[in-house]
């Protein structure tokens, strides 16, 4: 092989892993604020580090003809993904992006909470079910493909009391967890 051919081989693979662990790095924690599907609720989520889980996050229902908000509840956790039902009270928090290349019992997945207290949460393999059935990078690793939100339950002729809401998430492997979010307890399918 002549001296340009490896020069070049050589500079590609430099530039690839280079790119690779560029966008293995954690994006910083920001403060923010999210609304909830209708806009009837807001989070205001202020982190305590630019990394880490260590925060504050104050959950506030929304007038909006008068332009103020009533606080509802506050937590002593920051996540820098969370969902939030329109009732105020409903809030469903994702574990910050997990190092290692193993599902573990103390990664935190996802926790479900209602009016300020926890309700039920998961580990991150409490949901991949096995340590490597994770999808790795250079030094983090993911357990979910994607997030699917709330929805209602119900059969076509159901009754309001009869319906319920669950979150879905899709994890790696192409399975499809439902969570009823007044207990947090996955639905079997």
Excluded at 2 to 15: D, P, Q, S, T
């Amino acid at each position: 092989m002549n001296k340009r051919v490896i020069f070049l081989l050589l500079f590609v693979l430099f530039f690839d892993f280079n790119n690779l662990s560029w966008a293995d790095k954690e994006r910083q924690n920001f403060e923010y604020k999210k609304y909830s599907e209708y806009g009837k609720c807001s989070a205001k989520c202020i982190p305590t580090n630019s990394y880490g889980q260590e925060g504050e996050t104050s959950i506030y229902r929304v007038y909006p003809e008068n332009k103020t908000e009533q606080l509802m509840s506050t937590y002593n956790w920051y996540s820098q993904e969370i969902y939030l039902l329109d009732d105020c009270a409903t809030v469903v928090r994702f574990g910050p992006w997990p190092q290692g290349s193993k599902a573990t019992k103390e990664d935190l997945a996802i926790a479900f909470y209602n009016g300020g207290l926890l309700i039920k949460e998961y580990s991150t393999l409490d949901i991949a079910g096995k340590e490597d059935n994770v999808e790795r990078t250079v030094s983090h690793y993911n357990i979910l493909k994607k997030v699917l939100g709330f929805r209602i339950v119900g059969g076509d002729d159901a009754i309001f009391d009869n319906e319920y809401i669950v979150f879905d998430v899709e994890t790696i492997d192409g399975r499809k967890l439902s969570f009823n979010v007044e207990n947090g307890k996955i639905i079997i399918h």
